[in-house]
């Protein structure tokens, strides 16, 4: 028998057909075609998925463990979503729960480069929370842009990171804004002494990620940020290959696809792929997970088994909530405040300067 690993599915079901159902998503999601038709024996008990166990999750609800071959993978991140979930997506009975990632596939993939520990310490963070924020909104030109990122960083925040919908466009291209806007967190980093970073989002084709990622390494930056579910699981996983000095931070844009659990997705496979940090939105803000959600992302960013990734919390969170955040997800977070910091117009850095101490004072 080849090695496998095990995907948890919830299943919409009775108890008369689930074992023919988990049977169903087995073959569906290994070879896909009748067992009949199959003469080669190694393929039949090796290749072909099994059924591992069916729970009674009570409402016409079933966990339905399948295990596939870990061959069937290869080393691509975007064959191993297939082998996850790529037909059986079609089918609005089944819900991508869970998956055991096995080492082989941990030493695949290979997770975090940097993780938590590397980005306090180039911080010189010991054990407080982190800070972030964003620039927004998008159409505002370069200089504008890196004119409210100078606020900001002069406010002690130790991330401001691009709004996920800045791209390349002719209002504000990549290439001016993120030399504009490092040049305005340097000037805030020269105010404060507190060696804030600047996080640009790439986009594109995988040709232009590199073409933005190195103009980035060529201004000083040394944190980036990608959309997996955007750009492709194989694109980042080449991107953290092909820059292993940077830190990426994963956005969760279109990472709201209702059969797949967010705190799989966001919170275990960004980090399989390479995700230093990943964002998620937090329970209380304009489109929150539940509270139970957020502390298995975070708990699934931060778990055993290789580098922990950095869980950001963010979608409208606010200043006032900057202590019931810290204790729901602890100090090995980074709290991301966009729009509240930003309502206040020519007061930002002292917005931003409040923020940074209740992150700092809190116990």
Do not use: W
């Not at 979930?85 to 082989?104: H, K, M």
């Not at 797949?260 to 997970?289: Q, S, T």
Request: proline content about 5%.
């Amino acid at each position: 028998m080849s090695s496998r690993f095990t995907v948890t599915y919830h299943v919409r079901g009775t108890s008369a057909d689930i074992e023919a159902r988990a049977r169903a998503i087995a073959v569906e999601q290994s070879v896909e075609m009748p067992l009949e038709a199959i003469r080669d024996e190694t393929v039949l008990s090796d290749i072909v998925g099994a059924v591992e166990g069916i729970d009674d999750l009570g409402g016409g609800f079933f966990a339905v463990r399948i295990g596939l071959a870990t061959a069937t993978v290869g080393h691509d991140s975007g064959q191993f979503l297939n082998m996850v979930f790529g037909n059986t997506s079609l089918q609005d009975d089944v819900v991508l729960r869970d998956i055991e990632v096995p080492e082989a596939l941990v030493q695949t993939f290979g997770g975090p480069r940097h993780g938590i520990a590397a980005l306090r310490s180039r911080l010189n963070v010991d054990s407080r929370a982190m800070t972030g924020s964003a620039l927004k909104p998008q159409g505002l030109p370069a200089d504008d842009l890196a004119a409210l990122a100078e606020k900001l960083a002069a406010g002690g925040l130790d991330f401001i990171k691009d709004d996920h919908g800045l791209a390349d466009q002719t209002y504000s291209p990549f290439a001016k804004r993120v030399r504009a806007c490092a040049a305005g967190v340097a000037r805030g980093v020269r105010a404060t002494g507190h060696p804030t970073r600047y996080v640009p989002s790439l986009t594109g084709n995988l040709d232009q990620l590199r073409t933005q990622a190195r103009l980035a390494r060529d201004t000083g930056l040394d944190c980036v940020m990608l959309a997996p579910m955007v750009c492709g699981f194989p694109a980042m996983q080449a991107m953290v290959h092909d820059f292993p000095d940077m830190a990426f931070f994963a956005h969760p844009s279109l990472g709201g696809a209702s059969r797949i659990a967010p705190e799989l997705l966001i919170g275990k496979l960004f980090r399989l792929i390479g995700a230093d940090a990943v964002i998620f939105p937090n329970f209380g803000g304009r489109f929150g997970y539940s509270p139970e959600t957020c502390r298995d992302l975070a708990h699934n960013a931060r778990g055993t088994g290789m580098r922990s990734a950095l869980p950001v919390p963010a979608g409208g969170m606010t200043l006032e909530r900057t202590r019931e955040i810290l204790d729901f997800h602890g100090k090995d977070t980074m709290l991301l405040i966009g729009g509240n910091l930003l309502m206040a117009g020519d007061r930002i850095t002292e917005n931003a300067e409040q923020f940074s101490r209740a992150v700092a004072d809190y116990v």
